[in-house]
């Protein structure tokens, strides 16, 4: 027994509410939420950015490519 239009539609727009009903649920955190601290050892803090002590072939990594359009 084939399900009617009607009854077809029904079902989908029932399918799609229920997932973004889950899907938007899953995303809420809730009104006490506190950010837990982190301590990081200070020898993984970097001092300077990273690419400044990297030679020019790994900040220009693209060029060893010879491809003109990632090089313009």
């Not at 809420?28 to 837990?36: E, F, K």
Request: aromatic residues 6%; negative net charge.
């Amino acid at each position: 027994m084939q399900p009617t239009a009607k009854a077809s539609s029904v079902h989908r727009i029932l399918v799609v509410v229920t997932v973004a009903v889950l899907g938007l649920g899953g995303c809420t955190v809730g009104p006490d939420y506190v950010r837990p601290e982190a301590s990081v050892n200070s020898s993984w803090l970097e001092s300077a950015p990273a690419l400044q002590d990297e030679p020019a072939e790994i900040r220009e990594w693209w060029t060893a490519f010879d491809d003109p359009v990632l090089t313009r």
